[in-house]
């Protein structure tokens, strides 16, 4: 997310609150925002609506958002409005303190840990992919049980290492490898 133009990075979280259920999210542009990046409306059931300014730090970790930018959204929002940030680093504890703050406009905090869980949980940004895991069948690798050397058929001698003198012989050359390897000096 580095990488990424900061107006694209804008956008990808535009598209993170309304798959959160924010509506006419909008981002605002980048000249004359005064630190308002997006701007959405939270409707609760019907009933109410909680407008939000939003303030995105595209941020590199350890480089964490202090109280001032909080204190910045707050003073770019209306009497109304309620603040977001979301950063790609994390908050310091002058950050968090400020942002709940008794009697001051709360400002909800998304840090870099929890902005990628919630890309990945809504799929923005993101894709998912199968791979194939491959484990073995134990019973496969078994020796031919007595059945299939009775009645003639070939059974499948199938160890999983080569042993000297065929699979049968395991358990005598396992134990002469393991006296002769505890004689080594």
């Given at each position: 997310?580095?990488?990424?133009?900061?107006?694209?990075?804008?956008?990808?979280?535009a598209?993170?609150?309304?798959?959160?259920?924010y509506?006419d999210v909008?981002?605002?542009?980048?000249?004359?925002?005064?630190?308002?990046?997006?701007?959405?409306?939270?409707?609760?059931g019907?009933?109410?609506?909680?407008k939000?300014?939003?303030?995105?730090?595209?941020?590199?970790?350890?480089?964490?958002?202090?109280?001032?930018?909080?204190?910045?959204?707050?003073?770019?929002a209306e009497?109304?409005?309620?603040?977001?940030?979301?950063?790609?680093?994390?908050?310091?504890?002058?950050?968090?303190?400020?942002?709940?703050?008794?009697?001051?406009?709360?400002?909800?905090v998304?840090?870099?840990e929890?902005?990628?869980?919630?890309?990945?949980?809504?799929?923005?940004?993101?894709?998912?992919e199968?791979?194939?895991?491959?484990?073995?069948?134990p019973?496969?690798?078994?020796?031919?049980?007595?059945?299939?050397?009775?009645?003639?058929?070939?059974?499948?001698?199938?160890?999983?290492w080569?042993?000297?003198?065929?699979?049968?012989?395991?358990?005598?050359?396992s134990?002469?490898?393991?006296?002769?390897?505890?004689?080594?000096?």
């Open positions: 997310m580095l990488a990424i133009d900061p107006g694209q990075f804008e956008v990808l979280v598209e993170l609150l309304e798959n959160l259920g509506e909008k981002v605002t542009g980048r000249s004359g925002d005064k630190g308002i990046d997006v701007v959405a409306l939270l409707t609760m019907g009933i109410t609506s909680v939000t300014v939003v303030q995105v730090k595209r941020y590199k970790t350890g480089n964490n958002i202090n109280g001032s930018i909080i204190a910045q959204l707050r003073g770019s009497v109304d409005q309620r603040g977001l940030v979301i950063t790609t680093s994390d908050f310091t504890k002058d950050g968090l303190s400020e942002a709940s703050a008794a009697n001051k406009m709360p400002v909800a998304v840090n870099g929890k902005l990628l869980d919630l890309l990945m949980k809504y799929e923005i940004g993101v894709k998912t199968s791979l194939p895991i491959y484990s073995l069948v019973d496969y690798f078994d020796n031919a049980d007595t059945e299939e050397e009775e009645d003639g058929s070939r059974g499948k001698k199938r160890g999983l080569p042993l000297p003198g065929g699979i049968n012989s395991y358990v005598e050359h134990s002469q490898c393991w006296m002769l390897w505890q004689q080594e000096p």
